[in-house]
């Protein structure tokens, strides 16, 4: 930080955030669970007018007001940053929430359940068309049918470069590779280059 | 943008639609109404109050409540460690738009400060990916 206006505010971490997003049921809820350090929390977002006061209870006239839920979490590390991620709301049609957790995302998981594969076209869509880096990740529950990741990749007629992966939503290190994958590809959709691969 | 199709079938409340409800939302249903009266929102502005924007209180706990409510005075308690605008809804169990409303009230009387984000645009900073990979591989 340049000026000296925070000398006396504490040096604050600078927050990322991940989205994972899918149909519904596919394990977004699980997925943000398993890496957090803490239960995932919900922001409620009302849905009215923009003009959302507070304290405002004149005039109660019978609006339309639904609330949409968003599960989030976080993950704090150890240098200057703290990672969230956020649960797309199960129901596609709160297509504004999308926007507002996407803008400024480091990157997206896809979630996808091969017996309902379609579930994940919108997600698919709305990450391509907002340019947003993303890999998909195949939620393998029991009784779904073997795919070779090719044929999945195919399916969701995806670019060759967006990684296709097996994944168990409730298993934290499958989680973490997930995770990382989607780090470095995003990375790497930025014109970034790992400067220094894997050495192990 | 135009947003996908809508495929998630809900509950049908249509003795509650007038005819013209039914005309534009005969498939998404009712619950759409309030989506389109928000279309205003479909960028947020940036800056102001990101669900990650990080929120600290400046001092304590203020003890005489100066024009604060209840709400201002919890948000300042949560705040006495660090934690973004969305967890702060979580913790109050509000909706994230009334939270919004009194953080700004917090950061005009100067009893909080923030960190924003990167800006999408920023986000070509290779430490930032490293960063996130190391800790990501610690956990
Ligand atoms: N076998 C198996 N079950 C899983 C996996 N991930 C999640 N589940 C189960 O699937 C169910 C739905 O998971 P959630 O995490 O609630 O799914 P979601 O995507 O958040 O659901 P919505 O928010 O309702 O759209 C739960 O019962 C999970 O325990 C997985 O990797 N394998
Ligand atoms: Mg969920």
């Known amino acids: 930080m340049v000026s000296g206006r925070s000398d006396r505010a504490r040096r604050l971490p600078t927050a990322v955030k991940i989205v994972i997003a899918g149909g519904f049921g596919v394990g977004k809820t699980t997925m943000v669970g398993t890496v957090s350090e803490t239960a995932p929390l919900r922001t409620e977002e009302l849905l009215t007018d923009e003009s959302v006061g507070v304290d405002d209870i004149s005039g109660v006239e019978a609006k339309t007001t639904t609330t949409v839920a968003m599960d989030f979490g976080r993950i704090t590390m150890r240098n200057e940053y703290v990672l969230y991620l956020f649960g797309t709301p199960g129901q596609e049609r709160f297509w504004f929430m999308w926007d507002e957790v996407s803008l400024g995302a480091l990157g997206a998981v896809v979630l996808a359940d091969t017996r309902r594969l379609s579930d994940c076209f919108p997600s698919v869509d709305y990450f391509e068309r907002r340019n947003t880096p993303f890999v998909v990740a195949v939620n393998c529950f029991e009784g779904s049918q073997k795919y070779d990741l090719a044929e999945i990749q195919m399916a969701l007629n995806l670019g060759p470069k967006v990684p296709v992966m097996l994944c168990d939503a409730r298993n934290l290190e499958s989680c973490k590779e997930v995770l990382i994958d989607l780090v470095i590809h995003a990375m790497k959709s930025r014109g970034l280059v790992d400067p220094e691969p894997q050495n192990a | ?139």
């Open chain 2, 1 to 139: 943008m135009m947003p996908p199709e809508d495929r998630t079938p809900l509950e049908q409340r249509s003795d509650e639609l007038t005819p013209m409800d039914r005309l534009l939302d005969d498939h998404a249903g009712p619950m759409v109404r309030p989506y389109v009266m928000t279309s205003g929102r479909i960028e947020p502005t940036r800056g102001k109050f990101d669900l990650i924007t990080l929120v600290v209180a400046v001092g304590p706990e203020p003890e005489g409540a100066i024009g604060l409510g209840p709400e201002h005075l919890e948000i300042m308690r949560l705040c006495q460690a660090v934690l973004s605008v969305a967890e702060l809804t979580g913790h109050l169990n509000l909706p994230v738009a009334t939270v919004r409303v009194l953080l700004g009230d917090l950061l005009d009387k100067g009893f909080v400060s923030m960190q924003e984000p990167e800006p999408e645009a920023d986000m070509h900073d290779i430490r930032l990916y490293k960063a996130v990979i190391d800790g990501l591989r610690a956990l």
